[in-house]
T-cell receptor, first 115, second 113 residues
Framework: EAGVTQSPTHLIKTRGQQATLRCSPI?????VYWYQQALGLGLQFLLW???????NRGNFPPRFSGRQFPNYSSELNVNALELEDSALYLC??????????????FGQGTRLTVV | DQQVKQNSPSLSVQEGRISILNCDYT??????FLWYKKYPAEGPTFLIS?????DKNEDGRFTVFLNKSAKHLSLHIVPSQPGDSAVYFC????????????FGKGTHLIIQP
């Protein structure tokens, strides 16, 4: 069974541009989470999508947005890129909430570099 | 304000011995805790979890202990193996994961031969 897949693996953008990152969850998983791991920091929660809807977002500005498609894949868009947006962006999927013991399974990440 | 803290950035343990990774949290609303392992250039891999209604959970070589009164959890790996060398993240969840997981900064475990 395929795991969570993210594309691209690496992305280099210029300050002010837009970046689009993609995530395909494990088959059967309806929840997708996005996290940012900046250098020297732990993973910071960005966005949660479930059944096509944005359920919650972390403490990030509105230029971080995304969507979830009917097939449960997801896209993260970062507009007006800033140098500090350079980070590893991780996507995770789960089949339910953690109360039900459904752990989140992570992709390998997209390394975004803003120059 | 860091709600999940892993105060040891790195830990070196001899192969065959016990590895103990520690994690402290401040948010009393956390009710589910997880440990993830991460190799370079890979995403974190789920290891083991524990609900706040338990104080211990075992899975093979991995055991997680939860001390709610101290807001402390630990991961024990026995015996430690070379393949265990990785970064370990402690994570916590409240209210069914609506706010995602809150992660610590990780502890780099090095298993020495």
């Amino acid at each position: 069974e395929a795991g969570v897949t993210q594309s691209p693996t690496h992305l280099i953008k210029t300050r002010g541009q837009q970046a689009t990152l993609r995530c395909s969850p494990i088959s059967g998983h309806t929840s997708v989470y996005w996290y940012q791991q900046a250098l020297g920091l732990g993973l910071q929660f960005l966005l949660w999508y479930d059944e096509g809807e944005e359920r919650n977002r972390g403490n990030f500005p509105p230029r971080f947005s995304g969507r979830q498609f009917p097939n449960y894949s997801s896209e993260l868009n970062v507009n007006a890129l800033e140098l500090e947006d350079s980070a590893l962006y991780l996507c995770a999927s789960s089949s339910g909430t953690f109360y039900r013991g459904a752990e989140a399974f992570f992709g390998q990440g997209t390394r975004l570099t803003v120059v | 304000d860091q709600q999940v803290k892993q105060n040891s950035p790195s830990l070196s343990v001899q192969e065959g011995r016990i590895s103990i990774l520690n994690c402290d949290y401040t948010n009393s609303m956390f009710d589910y805790f997880l440990w993830y392992k991460k190799y370079p250039a890979e995403g974190p891999t789920f290891l083991i979890s524990i609900s706040s209604i338990k104080d211990k959970n075992e899975d093979g070589r991995f055991t997680v202990f939860l001390n709610k009164s101290a807001k402390h959890l630990s991961l024990h790996i026995v015996p430690s193996q070379p393949g265990d060398s990785a970064v370990y993240f402690c994570a916590a969840s409240a209210g069914g994961g609506a706010d995602g997981l809150t992660f610590g900064k990780g502890t780099h475990l090095i298993i020495q031969p």
